[in-house]
């Protein structure tokens, strides 16, 4: 399946780019992220993260489907 | 009206304040966040506010929605800021209206609360050496990856 990948701030720097397709063999949103972070050596935890699956908040465990835009979330800190 | 906005403007608090206007309350309270010349004893030069905009209106306009019931109030809005930002610029802008001004203070602190805590948007902070560091991004980025 495909998976469309959007970026945003220090994920967004540390990847070089704010949005790409990938290939992905199927599995969880947190699955695809462990396999991101060891290809692209992010430094951020899980732990201090939180993922959106088209475009609403989603769980680490939530499967994913062809097409679904993920996005990873680092820390926020508006206001 | 949208009860949540981003945008990438300077903020008007006197027009803003304007559409929460209504007939039937009896107070009006609003929360201006300003971009502050310093953070943790280190001086700031200017902001930059980079957001997620789909999440971010589909959430904020959730977090006023659920003001709007849980507080009874007559209207309610939030707009933050996307872009380069100045020192004493406005970053976030909260207006709220209601019948007795208990439900107001409470429903203003309600809703700038769930805004820093929840919703994707990023703060950078830009100092007068040159560099610049996301704001909590940078401590947790000192960590591996859990496996």
Redesign the interface.
């Known amino acids: 399946m495909t998976i469309e990948l959007h970026w945003f701030s220090i994920l967004r720097e540390q990847r070089g780019k704010d949005r790409e397709i990938v290939e992905f063999e199927g599995g969880s949103a947190g699955d695809l992220y462990r396999r991101l972070a060891i290809l692209h050596a992010f430094a951020l935890p899980v732990p201090s993260l939180r993922v959106a699956v088209n475009d609403a908040f989603a769980e680490w465990h939530t499967p994913l489907s062809d097409g679904d835009r993920v996005v990873y979330i680092a820390p926020v800190g508006g206001g | 009206m949208d009860l949540f906005s981003l945008s990438d403007l300077a903020l008007d608090p006197c027009s803003l304040s304007k559409t929460v206007c209504d007939r039937a309350a009896g107070g009006y309270v609003s929360f201006e966040?300003w971009v502050r010349d310093h953070h943790e004893n280190r001086a700031v030069d200017h902001l930059e506010?980079?957001?997620?905009p789909?999440?971010c209106l589909?959430?904020g306009t959730g977090i006023v929605q659920e003001a709007i019931e849980r507080y009874r109030l007559r209207r309610a809005r939030a707009v933050?800021r996307t872009g380069t930002l100045a020192i004493g610029e406005i970053?976030?802008w909260v207006g709220v209206s209601t019948d007795h001004r208990q439900e107001a203070f409470d429903a203003c602190e309600w809703i700038?609360d769930r805004?820093?805590?929840?919703?994707?948007?990023?703060?950078?902070e830009f100092y007068p050496d040159g560099t610049s560091v996301?704001?909590?991004?940078q401590a947790?980025?000192?960590?591996?990856?859990?496996?």
């Open positions: 966040g506010y980079e957001a997620y789909a999440l589909n959430a933050h970053a976030v700038i805004i820093k805590h929840e919703l994707p948007i990023w703060k950078k996301w704001v909590r991004c947790c980025a000192n960590h591996p990856v859990a496996a």
